[in-house]
């Protein structure tokens, strides 16, 4: 029989109850927690951070929740976004037992107001429509009381300002900040005239150039001159639509001419109430010019629009007297071919369509003081070049002299010169820059070189490959070389102010002195005219 020591029931009776009150004091260790704070009063958008720690002097902010206003948050760290007071706790799972932290009152202070920014929405509106004014704090908080607004030094009833003339207007706000007066940086309120657009041509289409005219229907009103050239009559109402302030805007589609070709738009002023023909046409002016682009109508973009600024063309269509005298009918031109787009362009196999145009005219609802107007065509699109004797006064130089009569002595004249350099042969006057010498009178008015700007600009408008663009960017300097316009781009309408001019016989001559037109070949076409107060 196996005698069992009583000294190990001992040990064993020892350890279970050393083991019991181990546990029994670990579980009952943690009874309460305390709730800490960096800070208990911040500024909104500051940062305070949360510490828990148990009565046992134990940290415990990694294993607790912490809450704001009975909401969880999902760290110990909290940022007002407004000011006041905020109640904040936090509990700590011990066993099954949740504690719960004492309370603390997380007390948020708004940012102090320093300075007030004034905005406008929008800044700049059309007569008729109103401003709506705002003041946002440095604070960033959205501010309504004890704020006054004014425009031009005058306070408004409101935070609402409808103007009732067009211009520029200074607007500004103040704020008490608690007797302090906050005043904004002023802003500019810009009014316009309400814009008024008047579609004289709409996607009508140019066919080949050199073919025998067609004879697809034309939009009502209109008539085709040639494949190249549209017609159309101002109507009374479209002239009542234009004020003194007028843009001319040209858009050209893609269709089958992927190159780059001139076009124009011109006003033929026929006697009253004929019929349009050439023989009818009194005066003719062009008033625009641009280049086309190199487009395949198959990849965007496929038109470009060009923009003229023609206020002169206002005072002439709305002078009375003239409208007595003429009808204006109004011309877009532009000639191309299809031969290469035939080959070159899928889909235009066997075509004759090459361009599609619209224009319009941009103008205002403004009124205004008109005075009595007088328009003197110098020359019109006639090609000045050294090798014909139609195109120079002396064969083998390039010049040109224009004598007419201004019928009735003008102020405030001016003087509106076209001119573009073409010759794609090689050496040819389209890639040479050349100075071109304009006289009135006489006496040299000016001396320019045409070109002379970049025309990467213009490169998104030319998707069909060529050999101005070629495959790389260009510098302004490599432009400069040999650009005298750029595709896609307008010809720049030269304006000289001439102030006075008397009734009588006047000259105008052009001089392009270092022009060759090599193998006989390429043009400058001109085109000039003089208009004034009568």
């Given at each position: 029989m196996k005698i069992t020591s009583t000294r190990f029931f001992t040990f064993i009776a020892a350890f279970m109850v050393l083991l019991s009150c181990s546990k029994d004091e670990d579980e009952a260790g943690i009874s309460s927690v305390v709730l800490s704070a960096t800070a208990t009063t911040v500024q909104v958008g500051d940062m305070t951070t949360f510490t828990l720690l148990a009565n046992t002097n134990e940290d415990v902010t990694s294993t607790a929740t912490f809450f704001v206003d009975d909401v969880e948050i999902p760290s110990n760290t909290f940022s007002p976004t407004e000011a006041g007071e905020y109640t904040v706790v936090a509990k700590y799972l011990s066993g099954d037992e949740t504690i719960v932290s004492n309370t603390l009152i997380i007390t948020a202070t708004a940012i102090p107001i320093t300075g007030i920014t004034l905005n406008a929405t929008p800044e700049i509106i059309e007569i008729g429509e109103s401003f709506t004014l705002s003041v946002v704090a440095s604070n960033q908080a959205q501010l309504t009381t004890g704020v006054t607004y004014f425009v031009n030094d005058t306070p408004l009833d409101s935070n609402v300002f409808t103007p009732t003339a067009t211009g520029t207007y200074t607007a500004k706000a103040t704020f008490d900040n608690d007797g302090q007066l906050l005043t904004s940086p002023e802003v500019t309120l810009t009014v316009t005239a309400v814009m008024t657009e008047v579609t004289i041509f709409n996607e009508v289409v140019f066919y080949d150039g050199y073919a025998a005219t067609v004879n697809e229907p034309v939009q009502p009103g209109m008539i085709r001159k040639s494949n190249a050239s549209y017609v159309t009559k101002l109507t009374p109402t479209h002239i009542a639509s234009l004020s003194n302030k007028l843009k001319l805007q040209v858009t050209i589609g893609a269709l089958c001419d992927n190159y780059d070709r001139i076009g124009g738009v011109f006003v033929n002023m026929v006697n009253k109430g004929e019929a349009f023909s050439e023989d009818n046409v009194a005066k003719r002016l062009e008033v625009g010019r641009f280049i086309t682009p190199f487009m395949n109508k198959n990849i965007s973009p496929t038109q470009v629009d060009y923009l003229f600024e023609t206020d002169n063309l206002a005072l002439l269509f709305n002078d009375p007297a003239i409208n007595d005298m003429y009808d204006f009918w109004i011309e877009l031109n532009v000639f191309g071919v299809p031969y290469a787009a035939n080959e070159q362009v899928a889909g235009c196999s066997g075509r004759n369509d090459v361009f599609e145009g619209?224009?319009?005219?941009?103008?205002?609802?403004?009124?205004?003081?008109?005075?009595?107007?007088?328009?003197?065509?110098?020359?019109?699109?006639?090609?000045?070049?050294?090798?014909?004797?139609?195109?120079?006064?002396?064969?083998?130089?390039?010049?040109?002299?224009?004598?007419?009569?201004?019928?009735?002595?003008?102020?405030?004249?001016?003087l509106y010169v076209i001119t573009s350099n073409h010759g794609a042969n090689a050496g040819g006057e389209e890639y040479n820059r050349r100075e071109h010498f304009i006289y009135f009178d006489g006496s040299l008015t000016d001396m320019y070189v045409p070109g002379g700007k970049s025309c990467e600009p213009f490169r998104m408008y030319n998707t069909q490959p060529n050999g101005i663009y070629g495959p790389n960017p260009r510098s302004l300097a490599q432009w400069q070389s040999f650009s005298n316009w750029c595709p896609g781009d307008i010809i720049p309408i030269r304006v000289y102010e001439l102030d006075n001019v008397n009734q009588g016989s006047h000259t105008f001559k052009i001089e392009v002195p270092d022009a060759e037109f090599v193998d006989d070949q390429g043009y400058i076409p001109v085109s000039v005219y003089i208009q004034g107060d009568l």
């Open positions: 619209t224009l319009k005219f941009i103008s205002t609802d403004e009124t205004y003081e008109h005075t009595n107007q007088l328009v003197v065509p110098i020359v019109t699109y006639k090609e000045l070049k050294n090798y014909d004797t139609s195109g120079t006064d002396i064969l083998g130089e390039t010049v040109r002299t224009y004598t007419f009569n201004v019928p009735s002595s003008i102020t405030n004249a001016k």
